[in-house]
């Protein structure tokens, strides 16, 4: 058996025979295991899968041909090289080096539009384009735990109105019972439906984007990006980074701010203040939803818990509801991450 050990970013592997491929991801510095880190191989599983919880990959019985191979996971350089699949087994040892960014001091600059929308640039801004990379990242695994290891769950509800509408119930409390493919992508200036309320009524409510949103080609061609320095959650450092509407979207859409640990990369907290509210009708005057993530593997995060609170203003009495939900459950449909092809 042979025995390939990769580092870092080796642009190319050795040449050899195999029908099947194995291997493992590790810190290069500690040589701790990276568990559920992405694998992508081209072709062959071009839609990826997780490593194991120790960091384990496999693909077994391989065609014959050449192979890209991508490994990433939060808070480390990507791994991406080509290895050539023949006869004889081939076993890696891929080591990732961590990221290391050097942010520059903040300058603050107050409040702005947004007249030119995109991703950071790389030539200007090679930090925030940096911890940009680290939000996508968040995006990607996400993406990649809801379209291959699809789930259902489900979320605990409770409805507050304040004032409580005439009689009727001032809190209601329900369950949502949701699948993780189900989702509509993003639309700039798309993001007001109508559907039914908690009371059965139908109510005008706002499409949040998701953490996938945040790495969509469209989001990024609707919202600038900055670097809105460093808070502490619970005691830790989180970087964030905040996003703008542009201006040309002069329909409802979102601001908003997305918090990393400074440590881990991993996403933490999203916030979403719905802008033109008062082109969204039905008396809307503000919605603001923040998003708490936990993790449900090691380093996989998803949200855990949403609170909003809209505010509507009729007849020159606003009106507040505040809506919490939790994550009360979580069932795969199929294969958990791991070692089992999805």
């Keep these: 058996m042979l025995r390939a050990i990769l580092v870092g970013l080796v642009a190319c592997a050795p040449s050899v025979a195999a029908q ?18 992405t694998i992508l191989l081209e072709p062959g599983a071009p839609g990826g899968r997780f490593t194991d919880d120790s960091g384990r990959f496999a693909f077994p019985d391989l065609a014959a041909g050449r192979y890209r ?6 808070g480390y350089l990507p791994f991406d090289t080509s290895i050539a699949v023949g006869g004889a087994p081939i076993l890696l040892r891929i080591e990732l080096r961590p990221m290391a960014i050097e942010l520059p001091p903040l300058t603050v600059l107050g409040t702005r539009a947004c007249v030119l929308p ?21 995006a990607a695994r996400y993406r990649l735990l809801s379209d291959a290891y699809p789930f259902r769950y489900w979320m605990e509800r409770i ?17 949502l019972e949701r699948h993780s493919t189900a989702r509509t992508r993003y639309r700039s200036g798309g993001l007001i439906f109508t559907q039914a309320g908690p009371r059965g009524r139908p109510e005008r409510a706002l499409r949040l984007p998701t953490v996938v949103d945040l790495a969509d080609s469209e989001f990024h061609r609707s919202h600038c990006f900055s670097f809105g320095g460093v808070d502490t959650l619970d005691g830790r450092a989180l970087w964030r980074v905040d996003f703008l509407a542009a201006e040309r979207v002069r329909r409802p859409d979102v601001d908003g701010s997305a918090w990393l640990e400074a440590d881990t990369y991993q996403l933490r907290r999203l ?18 939803a923040t998003v708490i993530f936990g993790e449900l593997l090691p380093a996989v995060t998803v949200p855990a818990r949403v609170e909003a609170v809209t505010r509507y203003r ?11 939900q939790r994550l009360l459950q979580v069932d795969f449909l199929k294969a958990r991450p791991g070692l089992q092809s999805p």
């Design 118 to 138: 995109g991703a950071p640039a790389r030539d200007s801004q090679p930090e925030l384009a940096a911890v940009f990379d680290q939000l996508n990242d968040n």
């Design 69 to 74: 191979l991508i490994v990433r996971a939060i």
């Design 159 to 175: 409805s507050t109105d304040s004032p409580p509408p005439a009689r009727a119930v001032g809190v209601v409390i329900d369950t």
């Design 20 to 37: 099947s491929l194995h291997g493992d991801v590790r810190a290069a510095q500690t040589d701790v295991p990276l568990p559920y880190s």
């Design 271 to 288: 916030v979403f203040r719905l802008t033109h509210p008062d082109r969204a009708g039905n008396a809307l005057h503000a919605l603001e």
């Design 314 to 324: 009729r007849r020159g009495q606003q009106t507040r509801v505040r809506e919490a």
